[in-house]
């Protein structure tokens, strides 16, 4: 089967005798045709392996999980290359750098992708695996196996290293997949697929499985939103306005990977100096990521006194304050903050800041604005932390710590194919447990219902 890429597209004259006149709309219908024929044979085909990449056996798995480490590391050098050709080009059509940052592939972060593979290879697995069997009275044992969601689609934006990261977890869950990356990023996610795709292969996985979708043209996405017979999953990863618009137009299943509109609120009885720690590492260690801190609350007991202590220091490193209302009588020299802005993810160096009056407020404001992504509570005050996090409507929450630790890796799971916003079948980092169902298996001896 061909790949997208290997097709060309060229402007005919249908009829010479309609110069001028509805040519390139009849030829933007046969590209748009050849699109979804296009797509929709990579779909049948991903799913159509599924059925074999459900049966490998764990020890299969784990090998193919190898395969593909060790081919990222054989082909960093056509890794890099490709990268560049993405980062030179956002960076000539006036890609924010921030969002350039999240295309960069060095050798730190080829070697993370590398590491995610054999983390996510020696993660326990539980595919086939029965759980809570129960003898009923008729004597029939009724239990749930642990299966693959099955075909799963995934359609991201910027970060390329979540090809790998993708691609690892749903062979690791006994899935397959069809990845569809940004436009700014094509070259990098082409290069990375063509490299894991032949290890995986090679090692066992079934023809197909892996598919790329190699073209930026917009029209492959919607025809992916629509493919309920291949498609059982589809996860959007990027911005808030993106995955709307997915969970919006699709009628496929979509798990819901909701932006980083996160909160750090600065407690009454907070400890400032770590306050300041927490705060300056949720923005400052890498802001364009979901899992920045985007606003910080603040107490208006300690509201003063921790700005005194946090504002020099994020302008020194390049921060961009902006202001609540009450927080405007503390920073009179910084912009105010738009009521559009307290529901945005700032995926740059700015950080908003508001002064609330009670830690219910601050609740409240967070349940209002946030994303349901992840926030944090700096106090020294137990109870006051617990009701936070038991009030707070998000799919992490944080106690005296950094947002940047909403990660599947920091969290022990290995890669993560997302951060589900959601509360059906998935919350939170979605690792290998979170990209499988079950099905009820019944073990009979020949009964029949009366």
């Avoid at 009923?136 to 969601?149: E, S």
């Avoid at 991201?156 to 990356?181: F, H, M, Q, W």
Wanted: charge should be neutral; hydrophobic fraction near 40%; include cysteine.
């Amino acid at each position: 089967m061909p790949a997208l890429g290997d097709f060309s597209y060229q402007m005919v004259d249908i009829n010479p005798g309609l110069k001028g006149y509805n040519t390139c709309h009849l030829c933007d219908t046969i590209m748009a045709k050849n699109i979804k024929d296009m797509v929709e044979r990579q779909a049948s085909a991903a799913k159509s392996a599924a059925i074999d990449a459900a049966i490998l056996s764990e020890s299969t798995r784990i090998e193919i999980l190898h395969a593909m480490a060790d081919a990222i590391n054989a082909g960093r050098n056509s890794i890099k290359e490709a990268n560049n050709h993405d980062v030179n080009d956002s960076r000539e059509i006036g890609l924010p750098e921030p969002m350039v940052d999240r295309l960069i592939l060095d050798d730190r972060r080829i070697d993370g992708m590398i590491n995610g593979l054999r983390e996510v290879a020696n993660l326990p697995d539980k595919i086939g695996h029965v759980t809570a069997m129960r003898k009923r009275p008729n004597g029939l044992l009724v239990g749930k196996m642990i299966v693959p969601l099955g075909c799963i689609a995934i359609i991201y934006e910027s970060r390329p290293n979540v090809t790998a990261d993708a691609a690892g977890l749903c062979i690791k869950s006994g899935n397959t997949i069809i990845l569809r990356g940004g436009s700014e990023a094509i070259n990098s996610n082409r290069e990375i697929t063509k490299i894991i795709s032949k290890a995986a292969e090679s090692a066992g996985f079934p023809s197909g499985g892996i598919q790329f979708i190699d073209t930026t043209d917009r029209a492959a996405v919607d025809v992916l939103l629509s493919l309920r017979t291949y498609i059982d999953v589809l996860i959007p990863r990027g911005g808030a306005k993106f995955i709307q618009k997915v969970v919006e137009n699709a009628k496929v299943n979509v798990i819901e990977t909701g932006a980083g509109n996160c909160h750090a609120y600065i407690d009454k009885e907070a400890d400032l100096a770590m306050a300041a720690e927490i705060v300056y590492n949720g923005k400052v260690s890498r802001p364009s990521v979901c899992n920045a801190t985007k606003k910080v609350l603040m107490h208006v007991a300690n509201a003063h006194e921790f700005l005194r202590i946090i504002i020099p220091r994020l302008k020194k490193a390049g921060v961009k304050i902006l202001a609540g209302k009450k927080a405007a009588k503390y920073l009179p020299d910084e912009r105010a903050m738009t009521e559009e802005e307290l529901y945005e993810e700032f995926l740059d160096m700015r950080l908003g800041f508001i002064v609330v009056d009670s830690l219910q407020s601050a609740i409240k404001h967070v349940n209002k604005y946030s994303s349901h992504h992840t926030e944090t509570i700096v106090t020294n005050n137990y109870k006051r932390a617990m009701r936070f996090i038991n009030a707070v409507d998000s799919a992490s929450l944080f106690w005296n710590a950094s947002t940047r630790f909403t990660d599947g890796g920091e969290f022990g799971m290995g890669a993560e194919i997302g951060i589900s916003t959601q509360k059906i079948h998935a919350r939170g980092p979605m690792s290998v447990q979170e990209l499988t169902t079950t099905k009820f298996v019944t073990l009979g001896t020949g009964q029949i219902r009366e």
